[in-house]
């Protein structure tokens, strides 16, 4: 089947919003024209399409229309499930029955999201005790009701989803899955027909459309593991948040307790021999070597470190190479799940004990309470990886609503992998050099929202630049000032939760009469459904309320952001890769710090705008934004809100938006 022509696509999507009971919008028409054409060139697209310019639909439907299975990869839950739950469906209703449209679609995630019917109905007899002790109260409960809620996904033909179970913790949830390592295989299990990941799987290799996350993308495509049927082209929805996502999913843990608990689970397997032992004396030196470390990056591994990770990877090759063999019909989940373990410590241990300058070594004490410091290793950049593993085979579609960093796509297509590389090729008896360049292009559709009009930049340029200490008098002055102001109706986000809990208590304690929530005083979804009910409330948070929230209307008519939110400079990756780039002969600061804070600014000042009828300010009390030398980039990053300083104009503004 021949791709769809332009008149094709315009004709299907002005089907569907009709169907949908929408309404036309020249960057949706443009955007999915565009996704189409990449499609059927080959040639890789960024498109920025703002808030309501439904770009869901706009790459739906090419996809639809696209010859060879398309794959979407999404960031969040919460847009995978939007998808899956009403959009497509809704798009299938509408256009679904038409000549040349596979309305076939499927949902496939990493096998841990997955219930396994054999670790439920079977069990694995080394975790058999540890489950008998649970609490009936609390874990052992929760365990029951997965089991049971895993039988009637079985029963009524179900998926198994992690993200259908009932409420539970992620221990709790480890009861009933295992990892992609720790399976048995379909046709070594006794319930491999009835398998929840294996039935996902199928569908997708019998779909035209699979809907995935970026995690997953990342292990086909760039770990080289496959997990989703041969396809021909992919769009990265939530493209922003692509390289952290491949970075997190390329990112390998390490610690004596991880070690520990391997080696024990393998000495009911292995007894025969010392491998197990060795193993756990191993992980001894391992914490031995981590004690005398500080916490934060490696650059010179110390030779107390470097002798304990080789005794730990030796010792787990060899208590691996100690497994008795299997033979084809047994199944033996104890064994399995065993070597997996031991396997990933040998992996783990393997990559870190060869120090590679591409990869960042650091200790991380932020879970020492749990099992001690760990050892975390992670790629200096990944669009190396991006480029030669996907984009080179693929063609690629990148869209969100944050492409354009200081005014331009180069930032952005640079960190995914497209930008010209140098090679050195042969050239008769010389050398040559050579550079590569894989075709893309990228485009801004708009937002049919007039930014300029609906919101206000305040930029607060009479404080004092943010210091070490957390927020001081002034900025607390200032922040009861403004949520005062707009009588409530304002989200807080912060670039710490000691700097979140100070506003928090400042509002309690001078503005009684109105409702102050604070990230942690209740789950995420709690929260949001108080600060959308009740006006008059404030909501103050850090990280995931500057991407995750949607809370359009005049509930929210103040978005405040305390400062610039630079990445942090203990932070043990963003230190490394800035200090390559300034190597490389780059401004480091500039291509990794600045665009690090431009893409969070960007995303915390999208909460306010999220209709045509939402008005508002967003406040940022950081004066750098106004003064520094780097203000311009980041101003450039934000929607084209109406600029000012004038925080009487603002306050005056807030109060006329709240009906005073």
């Avoid at 294996?198 to 997990?227: F, Q």
């Avoid at 579609?397 to 200081?406: H, K, P, W």
């Avoid at 990794?592 to 909460?607: D, E, I, K, M, N």
């Amino acid at each position: 089947m021949p791709d769809p022509t332009p008149s094709r696509v315009r004709e299907v999507l002005a089907q569907a919003v009709e169907a949908l009971g929408g309404q036309e919008r020249s960057g949706q028409v443009e955007m999915a024209e565009a996704v189409a054409n990449a499609m059927e060139s080959e040639t890789h697209l960024l498109v920025q399409a703002g808030t309501g310019t439904g770009k869901s639909l706009a790459y739906l439907v090419p996809s639809l229309l696209h010859r060879n299975r398309v794959v979407i990869a999404t960031a969040t839950l919460a847009l995978q499930h939007q998808l899956v739950e009403r959009d497509i469906p809704r798009l299938m209703t509408a256009i679904g029955g038409q000549k040349g449209i596979d309305a076939s679609y499927a949902v496939l995630k990493g096998r841990s999201n997955y219930a396994c019917l054999h670790r439920i109905r079977e069990g694995v007899p080394d975790d058999q005790g540890a489950l008998v002790e649970m609490p009936l109260g609390s874990l052992g409960e929760q365990v029951l009701e997965l089991r049971e809620w895993a039988e009637s996904e079985a029963t009524s033909g179900a998926t198994g989803e992690r993200d259908n179970a009932p409420r539970h913790t992620e221990r709790v949830w480890r009861q009933v899955s295992v990892s992609a390592r720790e399976c048995l295989g379909k046709t070594k299990c006794a319930f491999g027909e009835e398998c929840f990941a294996e039935r996902a799987k199928e569908k997708a290799a019998k779909s035209s459309l699979v809907i995935t996350n970026h995690s997953l993308l990342a292990i086909d495509a760039i770990e080289g593991i496959p997990m989703i049927p041969e396809y021909d082209a992919v769009v990265i929805d939530e493209a922003h948040e692509l390289v952290a996502r491949v970075t997190q999913a390329a990112t390998d843990e390490l610690s004596a307790t991880d070690i520990e608990r391997a080696g024990r689970r393998a000495l009911r397997q292995v007894s025969e021999d010392n491998s197990a032992e060795d193993l756990m004396d191993a992980g001894e030196a391992l914490s031995d070597a981590l004690a005398e470390l500080e916490p934060g990056r490696i650059d010179r591994m110390p030779q107390e470190l470097s002798d304990a990770l080789v005794l730990v990877r030796d010792a787990a090759r060899a208590c691996v190479a100690a497994f008795p063999k299997e033979k084809e019909s047994e199944a033996d989940a104890a064994r399995t799940q065993a070597k997996a373990m031991v396997s990933d410590v040998f992996a783990v241990a393997e990559r870190m004990a060869a120090s590679l300058e591409s990869d960042v070594l650091w200790r991380n004490d932020r879970d020492a309470q749990r099992g001690g410091p760990q050892l975390c290793v992670a790629p200096l950049q990944v669009w190396g990886q991006m480029r030669d593993k996907l984009l080179a085979d693929k063609t690629v579609v990148f869209t969100s609503a944050t492409l354009m960093l200081g005014g331009d796509f180069g930032v952005v297509a640079s960190s995914v992998g497209l930008k010209p590389t140098e090679r050195l090729v042969p050239d008769g008896p010389s050398i040559a050099r050579t550079e590569t360049v894989l075709p893309w292009r990228g485009i801004d559709v708009g937002s049919p929202f007039d930014y300029a009009k609906q919101g206000i930049l305040y930029v607060a340029k009479h404080l004092p630049p943010p210091g070490r200490d957390g927020l001081g008098p002034a900025q607390l002055d200032e922040i009861v000032s403004l949520v005062d102001a707009a009588d409530g109706r304002t989200l807080g986000l912060f670039s710490s939760r000691r700097a979140a809990d100070a506003a928090a208590e400042a509002v309690r304690e001078r503005l009684p009469h109105l409702t102050t929530l604070a990230q942690g005083d209740a789950q995420l979804p709690e929260l949001a459904k108080q600060f959308v009910e009740d006006p008059h409330t404030v909501l103050f948070g850090t990280l995931s309320l500057w991407q995750g929230l949607d809370v359009p209307g005049d509930t929210c008519t103040l978005v405040m952001i305390d400062r610039i939110p630079f990445p942090r400079p203990d932070d043990p990756l963003m230190s490394a890769r800035q200090r390559a780039a300034d190597k490389a002969g780059v401004n480091g600061f500039m291509s990794v710090a600045a665009t690090h804070a431009a893409l969070l600014l960007a995303q915390g000042a999208g909460r306010l705008i999220r209709t045509s009828t939402d008005r508002g300010i967003v406040a940022v009390l950081d004066p750098r934004l106004a003064t520094a030398r780097y203000g311009g980039f980041l101003r450039a990053s934000l929607p084209p809100m109406w600029p000012t300083s004038d925080g009487e104009m603002v306050r005056g503004a807030l109060k006329r938006l709240s009906g005073r």
